[in-house]
């Protein structure tokens, strides 16, 4: 048994010993070369299974006052408070066939928010809705975004099942020119950027892929025309059904209890085990989070970000397993640095790691029957190197004699895929279903990634411009030579784990941005000395959590075990601090982005 209590200095010791050689069994040397894009012949993957079918349309060539890129809820809220400040045409634009982003995509069996939706869900104040779970399930969630939507009017002027394919200011109009895939060339006065970061679903290059003659999706496009049932379950469709599912992250820790339940056998192919903590859903009244305050949804999520920022600041009104875990996801942000004050870091942080690593370690112990399985369950890394999970469900689905844990680590991923099923340390297994919970591409879609070109003033290309002179941005937002250009996202700002707290402070100031340069009759613009600043700003005091996802089991989180890439791409003081900043700037310096 593992001991809950905190550990001895020599079983801290072995718990390294441990963490590393689990690392190293799990680094492959093609790193992120592993994983092939969904496209091409494997494009149907990523075909959009819940869009109607298209109409064909005639090209748009009008002008609009904003034009947003993303339907997400970046997007929506950028919407949202563009109309708050009096903007008439904002047109968003998105590739899915209808909003939602991220929730229209993922409507796989189970999906809920892990994230409290009370500080999850935005605009809660503004709409007047109040969430009827502690997690969300994705369909409330995907409902929440469509209710802001209509409620701003974002309808009206919205293209779906549209790709934007380039963006290039025009001088003599002073508009960008957006082109999609769907032949329009419409004029923007004004661009705002919300691409997201994890939208396009990738799939492992294991040999033999495309020869599988059983039934395949990835979960990011459910086929419930095969599965049968919604959301909340009732799979009929896979009766009697041999199913395999790979991938055992964030996704695949909901989806898997959910087959459990009605597939014929469900052959769960693990490389890496989750951290799966208690996850205690409920439904929640508007008394429980004081809903008829003015405000309360506001004040609940500042105060969220503040404690998962490592502040202290009162009760801790969410209180689950972000909150309590706070000391240690405070290494995973940007204002993290190791203190020079001589206390015995090391102990201390291994110490409180290991105590938590030991309760899952624990949890999984008590639950799963089978010792093989339970072992196989275990998490030997540090919390948070790969993104913490919670669910009731998941462990207690591999007690079930139609559920089988298939351990990969040793061959690094499944070996190969024939005709009939998957091969792993050369045992066959034969399917009828294989179901990708693989995840998705970083940084493949949007301006950052050369997929949608950004063309500024004298034609110079955004991605070049920043390859010769590094990126170089005001607060993340805006750049020199890209006029009336707003981007949100996760670049030269600050983050945390509520992305859709980040997203509406982001949106909140994209609008303000836009209502002062119409104001006064000004380009949005930063100076190089504004950007000078703030690349100064940002490095002074950049992080110092390398060492962290050096040492971590590969994923997503760190460039599939070769480290984060460098460079001041975050504000050092996190988000609560920033957006103070920003709401400071925006009363005192905002001539400072606001070129004739
Ligand atoms: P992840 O990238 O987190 O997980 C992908 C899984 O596929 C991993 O378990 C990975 O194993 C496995 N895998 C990849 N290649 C192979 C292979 N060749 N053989 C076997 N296994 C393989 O994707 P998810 O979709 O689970 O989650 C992505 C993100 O989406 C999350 O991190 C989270 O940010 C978000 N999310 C949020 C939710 C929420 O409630 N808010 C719910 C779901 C997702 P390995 O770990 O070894 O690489």
């Given at each position: 048994m593992?001991?809950?209590?905190?550990?001895?200095?020599d079983?801290?010791?072995?718990?390294?010993?441990?963490?590393?050689?689990?690392?190293?069994?799990?680094?492959?040397?093609?790193?992120?070369?592993?994983?092939?894009?969904?496209?091409?012949?494997?494009?149907?993957y990523?075909?959009?299974?819940?869009?109607?079918?298209?109409?064909?349309?005639?090209?748009?060539?009008?002008t609009?006052?904003?034009?947003?890129?993303?339907?997400?809820?970046?997007?929506?809220?950028?919407?949202?408070?563009?109309r708050?400040?009096?903007?008439?045409?904002?047109?968003?634009?998105?590739?899915?066939?209808?909003?939602?982003?991220?929730?229209?995509?993922?409507?796989?069996?189970?999906?809920?928010?892990?994230?409290?939706?009370?500080?999850?869900?935005?605009?809660?104040?503004?709409?007047?809705?109040?969430?009827?779970?502690?997690?969300?399930?994705?369909?409330?969630?995907?409902?929440?975004?469509?209710?802001?939507?209509?409620?701003?009017?974002?309808?009206?002027?919205?293209?779906?099942?549209?790709?934007?394919?380039?963006?290039?200011?025009?001088?003599?109009?002073?508009?960008?020119?957006?082109?999609?895939?769907?032949?329009?060339?419409?004029?923007?006065?004004?661009?705002?950027?919300?691409?997201?970061?994890?939208?396009?679903?990738?799939?492992?290059?294991?040999?033999?892929?495309?020869?599988?003659?059983?039934?395949?999706?990835?979960?990011?496009?459910?086929?419930?025309?095969?599965?049968?049932?919604?959301?909340?379950g009732?799979?009929?469709?896979l009766?009697?059904?041999?199913?395999?599912?790979?991938?055992?992250?964030?996704?695949?820790?909901?989806?898997?209890?959910m087959?459990?339940?009605?597939a014929?056998?469900?052959?769960?192919?693990?490389?890496?085990?989750?951290?799966?903590?208690?996850?205690?859903?409920?439904?929640?009244?508007a008394?429980?989070v004081?809903?008829?305050?003015?405000?309360?949804?506001?004040?609940?999520?500042?105060?969220?970000?503040?404690?998962?920022?490592?502040?202290?600041?009162?009760?801790?009104?969410?209180?689950?397993?972000?909150?309590?875990?706070?000391?240690?996801?405070?290494?995973?942000?940007?204002?993290?640095?190791?203190?020079?004050?001589?206390?015995?870091?090391?102990?201390?942080?291994?110490?409180?790691?290991?105590?938590?690593?030991?309760?899952?370690?624990?949890?999984?112990?008590?639950?799963?029957?089978?010792?093989?399985?339970?072992?196989?369950?275990?998490?030997w890394?540090?919390?948070?190197?790969?993104?913490?999970?919670?669910?009731?469900?998941?462990?207690?689905?591999?007690?079930?004699?139609?559920?089988?844990?298939?351990?990969?680590?040793?061959?690094?991923?499944?070996?190969?895929?024939?005709?009939?099923?998957?091969?792993?340390?050369?045992?066959?297994?034969?399917?009828?279903?294989?179901?990708?919970?693989?995840?998705?591409?970083?940084?493949?879609?949007?301006?950052?990634?050369?997929?949608?070109?950004?063309?500024?003033?004298?034609?110079?290309?955004?991605?070049?411009?920043?390859?010769?002179?590094?990126?170089?941005?005001?607060?993340?937002f805006?750049?020199?030579g890209?006029?009336?250009?707003?981007?949100?996202?996760?670049?030269?700002?600050?983050?945390?784990?509520?992305?859709?707290?980040?997203?509406?402070e982001?949106?909140?100031?994209?609008?303000?941005?836009?209502?002062?340069?119409?104001?006064?009759?000004?380009?949005?613009?930063?100076?190089?000395?504004?950007?000078?600043?703030?690349l100064?700003?940002?490095?002074?005091?950049?992080?110092?959590?390398?060492?962290?996802?050096?040492?971590?089991?590969?994923?997503?989180?760190?460039?599939?075990?070769?480290?984060?890439?460098?460079?001041?791409?975050?504000?050092?003081?996190?988000?609560?601090?920033?957006?103070?900043?920003?709401?400071?700037?925006?009363?005192?310096?905002?001539?400072e982005?606001?070129?004739?």
């Amino acid at each position: 048994m593992t001991s809950p209590q905190a550990p001895t200095p020599d079983e801290l010791a072995a718990l390294r010993r441990r963490y590393r050689s689990e690392r190293e069994r799990r680094v492959r040397p093609d790193g992120p070369r592993q994983y092939r894009a969904a496209e091409a012949e494997f494009g149907f993957y990523a075909a959009d299974p819940y869009a109607d079918e298209q109409d064909e349309r005639e090209p748009l060539r009008d002008t609009v006052d904003v034009a947003v890129v993303g339907g997400g809820f970046g997007g929506i809220l950028a919407g949202a408070r563009l109309r708050q400040q009096g903007v008439e045409r904002v047109r968003l634009v998105d590739k899915g066939g209808d909003f939602g982003g991220t929730w229209y995509w993922n409507r796989y069996p189970g999906i809920h928010c892990d994230i409290e939706s009370h500080v999850y869900l935005p605009m809660l104040d503004e709409t007047g809705y109040v969430p009827r779970w502690k997690y969300a399930p994705g369909e409330e969630i995907r409902r929440h975004a469509v209710r802001i939507a209509q409620r701003y009017d974002l309808y009206a002027d919205a293209l779906f099942s549209t790709t934007v394919t380039a963006l290039n200011w025009e001088e003599g109009s002073r508009t960008w020119i957006v082109a999609t895939d769907r032949g329009d060339t419409f004029r923007a006065r004004y661009v705002v950027t919300a691409t997201g970061t994890l939208s396009e679903p990738k799939l492992p290059g294991i040999p033999g892929i495309e020869t599988f003659a059983g039934h395949t999706f990835h979960t990011s496009r459910w086929d419930y025309a095969y599965t049968g049932g919604s959301p909340e379950g009732g799979l009929t469709g896979l009766a009697g059904k041999r199913v395999g599912v790979v991938g055992t992250g964030a996704t695949g820790v909901q989806v898997i209890p959910m087959l459990a339940e009605d597939a014929g056998h469900v052959h769960v192919f693990q490389r890496t085990p989750s951290t799966v903590d208690v996850r205690a859903n409920r439904r929640t009244t508007a008394a429980d989070v004081g809903a008829d305050r003015a405000g309360w949804a506001a004040a609940r999520r500042e105060n969220f970000l503040r404690i998962v920022s490592g502040e202290t600041c009162g009760d801790d009104l969410v209180a689950d397993g972000w909150t309590s875990s706070a000391g240690l996801l405070e290494k995973l942000l940007p204002s993290f640095r190791r203190p020079d004050d001589g206390r015995d870091f090391e102990t201390a942080y291994e110490t409180a790691d290991a105590a938590k690593m030991n309760e899952v370690r624990t949890r999984v112990e008590r639950t799963v029957t089978d010792p093989a399985t339970s072992e196989a369950l275990k998490p030997w890394y540090r919390y948070a190197c790969k993104r913490p999970t919670f669910s009731d469900l998941y462990y207690p689905a591999f007690n079930r004699s139609n559920v089988t844990l298939v351990d990969t680590a040793d061959t690094h991923g499944i070996e190969r895929v024939t005709e009939d099923g998957v091969v792993v340390g050369g045992t066959a297994y034969a399917l009828d279903c294989l179901i990708f919970a693989t995840g998705f591409s970083v940084g493949v879609s949007g301006v950052h990634s050369g997929s949608l070109p950004v063309h500024g003033r004298g034609g110079v290309q955004l991605l070049h411009a920043w390859g010769q002179r590094g990126i170089r941005t005001l607060h993340g937002f805006t750049c020199n030579g890209f006029p009336n250009l707003v981007q949100m996202g996760s670049l030269q700002n600050a983050s945390s784990v509520n992305y859709t707290h980040i997203l509406d402070e982001q949106a909140v100031h994209a609008a303000a941005l836009v209502a002062a340069a119409e104001d006064r009759g000004a380009l949005l613009e930063p100076s190089r000395e504004a950007e000078d600043a703030w690349l100064a700003t940002i490095m002074r005091g950049a992080p110092d959590h390398e060492w962290f996802h050096a040492e971590c089991t590969p994923g997503y989180y760190n460039r599939e075990g070769r480290g984060r890439p460098r460079g001041p791409h975050a504000y050092p003081h996190g988000a609560a601090a920033f957006h103070e900043l920003l709401r400071r700037w925006r009363e005192e310096s905002m001539d400072e982005v606001l070129a004739r």
